[in-house]
């Protein structure tokens, strides 16, 4: 019955994917497909900004240069003088991983790319995504403080008081759960607001909504990233 | 006839959420963006630095509604007590 309701919404598809099957796991294809369009541009970008390198940088040497020393900021905003040259590496990659994906998401019309079920989306707008960023920034400070402390890490879930307890071991779980949903919400939000006015008024009112959602999902890229650096920068401290 | 009930029962659940979602965050970004434009007259060439910090702060507030609208949907579209 409630697929009488996902009908009615036909424009809006939420939950219905273009199934891969591999053994007896099945996989979200169109997530697939646009992951591997956001690696493919990435590493095109990477190497069209290394090649041919000189001392005073111009054309697309300035312009990947220029997205470095953004990157470089942000992580020094959160992690410091002394440490965020090794997490360089890692805060760049989220970012650039959720930025190219949102506007590839926001910018390509994939609306016209009809696939037997679902549509070719942002992947970001897929829950599973963004759970295995999030999981990954977990990983990261928790590797990140036992590199630094050892065992001693753990000395953090009883820091001010042990009855703190608790809520330490939940902050654990709370905070990739909050940076995955925050970051779905806020794509699937996105979409599907153009979506359901662009269903009403198809012509020039969905446009400044989009230019919103183009705004926003780059916001969004900030703001995984600079979280990710500040849970780091925590348990570095 | 009762699965009609209980869909409509979720569907009035959703919006409720979004509206209520919606409260906390309007009050707080409503308050941030007033002292935002009162540092912005006491002190103009700080704008920029006022700006940037409103907007990142923003999108934290938002993310409230955002946790609101990702439970609405999961309750319309993704319903585990339906199937």
């Known amino acids: 019955m409630l697929d009488q309701t996902n009908l009615w919404l036909s424009e809006v598809e939420v939950g219905s994917h273009f199934y891969w099957y591999i053994g007896d796991n099945s996989i979200h294809g169109e997530t697939i497909i646009v992951t591997l369009m956001v690696f493919v541009g990435l590493i095109i970008l990477s190497l069209l900004g290394t090649r041919g390198l000189s001392k005073i940088p111009f054309g697309f040497q300035n312009f990947v240069e220029f997205i470095v020393e953004f990157i470089e900021g ?98 654990d779980f709370t905070k990739p759960l909050s940076l995955s949903f925050r970051l779905f919400g806020n794509v699937l939000a996105d979409e599907l607001t153009v979506n359901v006015i662009g269903s009403l008024v198809p012509l020039f009112i969905p446009v400044p909504i989009m230019i919103l959602g183009i705004f926003a999902s780059s916001i969004q890229a900030l703001i995984f990233s600079t979280l990710a650096a500040s849970y780091v920068a925590e348990s570095l401290e | 006839m009762i699965d009609h ?79």
């Open chain 1, 74 to 171: 942000v992580a020094k905003a959160q992690l410091g003088e002394s440490f965020y040259r090794e997490w360089i590496s890692f805060v760049g990659t989220i970012f650039l991983f959720i930025f190219f994906s949102n506007w590839l998401g926001a910018l390509v019309p994939w609306k016209l790319l009809v696939l037997p079920e679902g549509e070719l989306a942002a992947p970001t707008n897929d829950i599973n995504t963004t759970t295995a960023l999030a999981l990954l920034t977990s990983l990261a400070y928790f590797f990140a403080g036992f590199k630094t402390k050892g065992l001693g890490y753990f000395r953090r879930y009883i820091s001010p008081t042990p009855i703190l307890l608790p809520i330490n071991i939940l902050e």
């Open chain 2, 5 to 83: 009930v209980i869909a409509g029962s979720y569907v009035i659940d959703a919006t409720l959420e979004i509206g209520f979602a919606g409260i906390g965050p309007g009050i707080g970004q409503g308050n941030a963006a007033g002292l935002a434009v009162e540092g912005i007259a006491r002190q103009p060439e700080a704008e920029g630095k006022i700006r940037g910090t409103l907007l990142l702060s923003f999108a934290f507030m938002e993310s409230l509604t955002i946790y609101g609208l990702v439970v609405a949907l999961s309750l319309l579209f993704a319903n585990p007590f339906v199937k």
